[in-house]
């Protein structure tokens, strides 16, 4: 039987065969989500052939995607990438500019 390494020590995150723990979660949900969509293909009654080609062709798209994806953007990359999408390019004041340009008293104590 294969033993395979999943951790490599304490404190380090999760890695198997190179897929850091945040595209683990994506290399194994599209597996699933493939798998189910060749079984729900099967039991509508498709070629055998049709669904193997959806089989390869899907598991081998999800397992090129991930790979890539771990490759260029690394263990957090990813979560960067998606909170940088949330951040506004540019912050707009609605503050008229006579409110602006006023000085303000403030009195230190």
Do not use: D
Request: hydrophobic share 45%; proline share 2%.
């Amino acid at each position: 039987m294969i033993n395979y390494n999943i951790n490599k020590g304490i404190g380090r995150s999760a890695e198997f065969k190179g897929l850091k723990t945040q595209y683990l979660f994506l290399f194994t949900g599209g597996l699933l989500a493939t798998l189910v969509l060749v079984m729900i293909l099967y039991m509508a009654g498709a070629n055998s052939y049709l669904c193997l080609a959806v089989a390869g062709i899907g598991s081998g798209c999800i397992v090129w995607g991930t790979f890539s994806l771990n490759r260029n953007y690394g263990e957090h990359g990813l979560m960067k990438l998606l909170a940088k999408r949330k951040h506004p390019q540019y912050i707009t004041c609605r503050k008229p500019i006579a409110q602006l340009l006023q000085s303000r008293n403030t009195v230190v104590k």
